[in-house]
Protein backbone atom coordinates (compact mmCIF):
# COMPACT_ATOMS: atom_id res chain seq x y z
CA UNK A 1 0.00 0.00 0.00
CA UNK A 2 1.75 3.39 -1.40
CA UNK A 3 2.11 5.67 1.80
CA UNK A 4 0.41 9.78 1.71
CA UNK A 5 1.96 12.21 -0.44
CA UNK A 6 0.80 15.47 -1.67
CA UNK A 7 2.84 18.71 -2.71
CA UNK A 8 2.68 22.82 -1.06
CA UNK A 9 0.89 23.63 -4.62
CA UNK A 10 -1.76 21.30 -4.47
CA UNK A 11 -2.54 21.90 -1.23
CA UNK A 12 -3.11 25.52 -2.33
CA UNK A 13 -5.25 24.76 -4.87
CA UNK A 14 -7.03 22.26 -2.27
CA UNK A 15 -7.57 25.11 -0.15
CA UNK A 16 -9.02 27.24 -2.36
CA UNK A 17 -11.81 25.27 -3.84
CA UNK A 18 -12.85 23.91 -0.01
CA UNK A 19 -13.04 27.93 0.84
CA UNK A 20 -14.45 29.44 -2.24
CA UNK A 21 -17.12 26.33 -3.25
CA UNK A 22 -16.07 26.16 -6.95
CA UNK A 23 -13.32 25.04 -9.31
CA UNK A 24 -14.11 27.93 -11.44
CA UNK A 25 -13.81 30.55 -8.13
CA UNK A 26 -10.90 28.89 -7.31
CA UNK A 27 -9.11 28.91 -10.99
CA UNK A 28 -9.51 32.45 -10.92
CA UNK A 29 -7.68 32.82 -7.39
CA UNK A 30 -5.03 30.52 -8.62
CA UNK A 31 -4.74 31.67 -12.16
CA UNK A 32 -5.23 28.66 -13.61
CA UNK A 33 -7.23 27.08 -16.21
CA UNK A 34 -9.90 25.47 -14.77
CA UNK A 35 -9.49 22.19 -16.32
CA UNK A 36 -6.01 22.54 -14.40
CA UNK A 37 -7.42 22.82 -11.13
CA UNK A 38 -9.90 19.55 -11.67
CA UNK A 39 -6.01 17.80 -13.01
CA UNK A 40 -4.29 18.86 -9.54
CA UNK A 41 -7.80 17.88 -7.58
CA UNK A 42 -8.07 14.89 -8.89
CA UNK A 43 -4.01 13.78 -8.84
CA UNK A 44 -3.78 14.75 -5.09
CA UNK A 45 -7.31 12.58 -4.37
CA UNK A 46 -4.88 9.77 -6.31
CA UNK A 47 -1.90 10.51 -4.00
CA UNK A 48 -4.02 10.85 -0.99
CA UNK A 49 -5.61 7.95 -1.92
CA UNK A 50 -9.76 9.31 -0.96
CA UNK A 51 -11.87 11.19 -2.42
CA UNK A 52 -11.61 14.95 -0.90
CA UNK A 53 -14.42 16.66 -2.28
CA UNK A 54 -18.26 15.98 -2.97
CA UNK A 55 -20.50 17.65 -5.35
CA UNK A 56 -23.64 18.69 -3.78
CA UNK A 57 -25.44 20.56 -6.55
CA UNK A 58 -23.52 23.28 -7.77
CA UNK A 59 -21.84 23.18 -4.38
CA UNK A 60 -18.24 21.75 -4.06
CA UNK A 61 -17.88 20.33 -0.24
CA UNK A 62 -15.07 18.72 1.65
CA UNK A 63 -15.56 14.89 2.71
CA UNK A 64 -14.35 14.17 5.96
CA UNK A 65 -11.25 13.12 4.56
CA UNK A 66 -11.16 16.72 2.80
CA UNK A 67 -11.96 18.14 6.15
CA UNK A 68 -8.35 17.09 7.70
CA UNK A 69 -6.94 17.47 4.84
CA UNK A 70 -8.06 21.15 4.67
CA UNK A 71 -7.06 21.58 8.15
CA UNK A 72 -3.74 20.58 8.31
CA UNK A 73 -3.28 22.38 4.98
CA UNK A 74 -4.09 25.57 6.44
CA UNK A 75 -1.74 25.36 9.20
CA UNK A 76 1.37 24.14 6.02
CA UNK A 77 0.42 27.08 3.91
CA UNK A 78 0.84 29.24 6.82
CA UNK A 79 4.13 28.09 7.79
CA UNK A 80 5.38 27.96 4.54
CA UNK A 81 4.49 31.72 4.09
CA UNK A 82 6.34 32.41 7.36
CA UNK A 83 9.20 30.45 6.56
CA UNK A 84 9.58 32.81 3.08
CA UNK A 85 8.85 35.96 4.95
CA UNK A 86 11.46 35.33 7.33
CA UNK A 87 14.17 34.59 4.97
CA UNK A 88 13.67 37.61 2.96
CA UNK A 89 13.70 39.15 7.00
CA UNK A 90 17.18 37.71 7.21
CA UNK A 91 18.47 38.86 3.69
CA UNK A 92 17.19 41.99 4.24
CA UNK A 93 14.29 42.08 1.79
CA UNK A 94 11.45 44.56 4.09
CA UNK A 95 8.77 43.34 1.44
CA UNK A 96 5.64 41.71 0.93
CA UNK A 97 2.23 42.07 1.46
CA UNK A 98 -0.37 41.67 4.54
CA UNK A 99 -3.50 41.80 4.91
CA UNK A 100 -6.14 43.51 7.27
CA UNK A 101 -9.64 44.05 7.53
CA UNK A 102 -11.70 46.70 9.38
CA UNK A 103 -15.25 47.09 9.99
CA UNK A 104 -16.71 49.83 8.63
CA UNK A 105 -15.51 52.81 10.60
CA UNK A 106 -12.22 52.14 11.27
CA UNK A 107 -11.65 50.83 7.97
CA UNK A 108 -13.32 53.67 6.81
CA UNK A 109 -12.29 56.39 8.89
CA UNK A 110 -8.98 55.54 10.87
CA UNK A 111 -7.36 53.02 9.18
CA UNK A 112 -6.07 54.38 6.18
CA UNK A 113 -4.49 57.42 7.96
CA UNK A 114 -2.47 54.90 10.53
CA UNK A 115 -1.97 52.83 7.13
CA UNK A 116 -0.43 55.51 5.05
CA UNK A 117 1.73 56.25 8.33
CA UNK A 118 2.98 52.69 8.36
CA UNK A 119 3.63 52.66 4.86
CA UNK A 120 6.06 55.87 5.79
CA UNK A 121 7.91 53.37 7.73
CA UNK A 122 7.45 50.15 5.66
CA UNK A 123 7.79 51.47 2.17
CA UNK A 124 8.20 48.17 0.67
CA UNK A 125 5.14 46.22 2.19
CA UNK A 126 1.61 46.52 0.68
CA UNK A 127 -1.25 46.88 2.97
CA UNK A 128 -4.30 45.13 1.59
CA UNK A 129 -7.23 46.51 3.40
CA UNK A 130 -10.73 44.81 3.62
CA UNK A 131 -13.73 46.49 4.50
CA UNK A 132 -17.04 44.70 5.85
CA UNK A 133 -19.31 44.53 8.52
CA UNK A 134 -18.04 43.12 11.83
CA UNK A 135 -19.41 39.85 11.32
CA UNK A 136 -17.69 39.03 8.42
CA UNK A 137 -14.26 40.75 9.52
CA UNK A 138 -14.46 37.99 12.11
CA UNK A 139 -15.40 35.28 9.91
CA UNK A 140 -13.00 36.21 7.44
CA UNK A 141 -9.70 36.53 10.29
CA UNK A 142 -10.72 33.25 11.38
CA UNK A 143 -10.72 31.38 7.94
CA UNK A 144 -7.24 33.09 7.27
CA UNK A 145 -8.27 35.16 4.04
CA UNK A 146 -7.09 37.96 6.43
CA UNK A 147 -4.25 38.28 9.15
CA UNK A 148 -5.56 41.06 11.16
CA UNK A 149 -8.90 42.70 12.06
CA UNK A 150 -10.08 45.91 13.64
CA UNK A 151 -13.87 45.52 15.00
CA UNK A 152 -15.94 47.76 17.06
CA UNK A 153 -16.93 45.49 19.63
CA UNK A 154 -15.38 42.12 21.41
CA UNK A 155 -16.17 38.68 20.01
CA UNK A 156 -16.55 35.69 22.46
CA UNK A 157 -15.29 33.08 19.86
CA UNK A 158 -12.49 31.39 21.82
CA UNK A 159 -9.91 31.57 18.30
CA UNK A 160 -9.44 34.98 18.28
CA UNK A 161 -7.16 37.27 20.22
CA UNK A 162 -8.29 40.36 21.35
CA UNK A 163 -6.28 43.82 21.73
CA UNK A 164 -8.15 47.20 22.80
CA UNK A 165 -7.19 50.41 20.62
CA UNK A 166 -8.99 53.88 20.25
CA UNK A 167 -11.52 54.98 22.00
CA UNK A 168 -14.83 56.14 20.17
CA UNK A 169 -18.07 57.86 21.27
CA UNK A 170 -21.14 57.42 19.84
CA UNK A 171 -24.16 60.68 19.43
CA UNK A 172 -26.88 61.10 18.33
CA UNK A 173 -26.60 62.54 15.33
CA UNK A 174 -29.71 65.00 13.28
CA UNK A 175 -29.66 66.92 10.38
CA UNK A 176 -29.12 70.59 10.25
CA UNK A 177 -32.63 71.76 9.83
CA UNK A 178 -33.74 69.28 12.57
CA UNK A 179 -36.19 70.89 15.76
CA UNK A 180 -33.42 69.35 17.62
CA UNK A 181 -30.58 70.99 15.66
CA UNK A 182 -29.77 73.61 18.46
CA UNK A 183 -30.41 70.93 21.38
CA UNK A 184 -27.20 69.58 23.16
CA UNK A 185 -29.17 66.51 24.56
CA UNK A 186 -32.95 64.43 24.20
CA UNK A 187 -34.18 61.71 26.81
CA UNK A 188 -34.72 57.95 25.81
CA UNK A 189 -38.74 58.58 25.58
CA UNK A 190 -38.29 61.10 22.73
CA UNK A 191 -35.60 59.14 20.88
CA UNK A 192 -38.19 56.74 20.67
CA UNK A 193 -41.10 58.43 18.70
CA UNK A 194 -38.53 60.33 16.07
CA UNK A 195 -37.97 58.31 13.05
CA UNK A 196 -34.60 56.37 13.04
CA UNK A 197 -32.31 54.97 10.58
CA UNK A 198 -30.23 51.64 11.44
CA UNK A 199 -27.54 49.94 10.96
CA UNK A 200 -27.55 46.24 9.29
CA UNK A 201 -27.45 42.90 11.18
CA UNK A 202 -23.91 42.45 11.64
CA UNK A 203 -22.63 45.66 12.17
CA UNK A 204 -20.57 46.42 15.54
CA UNK A 205 -21.90 49.53 15.68
CA UNK A 206 -25.57 48.33 16.36
CA UNK A 207 -24.86 45.71 18.80
CA UNK A 208 -23.04 48.67 20.78
CA UNK A 209 -26.50 50.15 20.50
CA UNK A 210 -28.78 47.15 21.44
CA UNK A 211 -26.64 46.80 24.51
CA UNK A 212 -26.78 50.64 25.77
CA UNK A 213 -30.50 51.00 25.09
CA UNK A 214 -31.24 47.41 27.07
CA UNK A 215 -28.95 48.45 29.75
CA UNK A 216 -31.26 51.90 30.50
CA UNK A 217 -34.36 49.10 30.38
CA UNK A 218 -35.61 49.79 27.50
CA UNK A 219 -36.26 46.73 24.81
CA UNK A 220 -33.49 47.71 22.66
CA UNK A 221 -33.90 48.68 19.12
CA UNK A 222 -36.90 47.73 19.08
CA UNK A 223 -38.07 50.61 20.73
CA UNK A 224 -36.63 52.91 17.74
CA UNK A 225 -39.57 53.76 15.43
CA UNK A 226 -36.87 52.14 12.07
CA UNK A 227 -37.50 53.81 8.87
CA UNK A 228 -34.60 51.90 7.28
CA UNK A 229 -31.39 50.15 7.65
CA UNK A 230 -28.14 50.92 5.87
CA UNK A 231 -24.82 48.85 5.49
CA UNK A 232 -22.71 51.73 6.03
CA UNK A 233 -22.10 54.70 8.00
CA UNK A 234 -21.88 56.64 4.78
CA UNK A 235 -25.65 55.58 3.83
CA UNK A 236 -27.04 56.45 6.89
CA UNK A 237 -25.12 59.95 6.99
CA UNK A 238 -26.83 60.34 3.53
CA UNK A 239 -30.11 59.37 4.97
CA UNK A 240 -29.60 61.48 8.05
CA UNK A 241 -28.85 64.34 5.33
CA UNK A 242 -32.07 63.69 3.29
CA UNK A 243 -33.97 64.06 5.90
CA UNK A 244 -35.09 60.31 5.99
CA UNK A 245 -34.22 59.89 9.97
CA UNK A 246 -31.80 60.33 12.78
CA UNK A 247 -28.83 57.51 14.00
CA UNK A 248 -26.59 57.20 16.72
CA UNK A 249 -23.14 57.00 14.96
CA UNK A 250 -19.21 56.87 15.82
CA UNK A 251 -18.18 60.66 16.10
CA UNK A 252 -15.48 59.74 14.08
CA UNK A 253 -17.28 59.09 11.08
CA UNK A 254 -19.32 62.30 11.20
CA UNK A 255 -15.95 64.37 11.24
CA UNK A 256 -16.14 66.26 8.32
CA UNK A 257 -20.13 67.09 8.72
CA UNK A 258 -19.93 68.29 12.03
CA UNK A 259 -17.03 70.60 11.14
CA UNK A 260 -19.28 71.86 8.07
CA UNK A 261 -22.49 72.16 10.13
CA UNK A 262 -24.46 69.54 8.04
CA UNK A 263 -25.35 67.35 11.00
CA UNK A 264 -25.30 68.36 14.62
CA UNK A 265 -24.51 66.13 17.24
CA UNK A 266 -26.70 65.08 20.72
CA UNK A 267 -26.61 63.51 23.27
CA UNK A 268 -28.64 61.17 24.98
CA UNK A 269 -30.04 61.89 28.86
CA UNK A 270 -28.49 59.38 31.47
CA UNK A 271 -26.71 57.29 28.80
CA UNK A 272 -23.13 58.14 27.62
CA UNK A 273 -22.02 55.68 24.96
CA UNK A 274 -18.70 55.14 23.87
CA UNK A 275 -16.44 51.94 23.02
CA UNK A 276 -13.52 50.79 22.08
CA UNK A 277 -12.24 49.55 18.75
CA UNK A 278 -10.68 45.79 19.14
CA UNK A 279 -7.51 44.82 16.63
CA UNK A 280 -8.09 40.70 16.38
CA UNK A 281 -6.02 37.88 15.31
CA UNK A 282 -6.52 34.19 15.24
CA UNK A 283 -4.43 32.28 17.75
CA UNK A 284 -4.22 28.92 15.91
CA UNK A 285 -2.43 30.72 12.90
CA UNK A 286 1.22 31.62 13.01
CA UNK A 287 1.85 35.54 12.78
CA UNK A 288 4.16 36.36 10.11
CA UNK A 289 6.64 38.80 10.54
CA UNK A 290 5.09 41.46 8.62
CA UNK A 291 1.94 40.56 10.77
CA UNK A 292 3.38 40.97 13.47
CA UNK A 293 5.07 44.51 12.48
CA UNK A 294 1.57 45.71 11.64
CA UNK A 295 0.27 44.15 14.71
CA UNK A 296 3.12 45.89 16.95
CA UNK A 297 2.58 49.15 14.64
CA UNK A 298 -1.51 49.61 15.39
CA UNK A 299 -1.17 48.43 19.15
CA UNK A 300 1.35 51.59 19.41
CA UNK A 301 -1.16 53.88 18.00
CA UNK A 302 -3.39 52.85 20.87
CA UNK A 303 -1.25 54.73 23.09
CA UNK A 304 -1.24 58.35 21.50
Known sequence: MSSVDFDLRQLEIFCKVVELGSFSKAADAVFLAQA???????SLERMVGTKLLDRLGRE???????????KHSVLLLDMKRTAC?????????????VNIGGSTIPGEYI????????HEKYPLVSAMLTIADTKEIKSSVLKGDLELGVIGSRSSHKSLIHHELWKDELVLAVPAHH?????????????????????????GTLKIIENYLRDSGSRGTESLLVV??????TAVKEGIKAGL??????????????KT????????????????????????????????AMLNFLLSTSKE
Open 85 to 97: LEIESFLGLKQGE
Open 228 to 233: ARFGTS
Open 111 to 118: LPEIIGRF
Open 36 to 42: SVSERIA
Open 179 to 203: RWAKKKMVSLEELFEEPFILREVGS
Open 245 to 258: GISILSSRALDTEL
Open 261 to 292: GIVKALKLKNLPMSRRFFLIRDRRRIASPLCQ
Open 60 to 70: IVPTKAGELLY
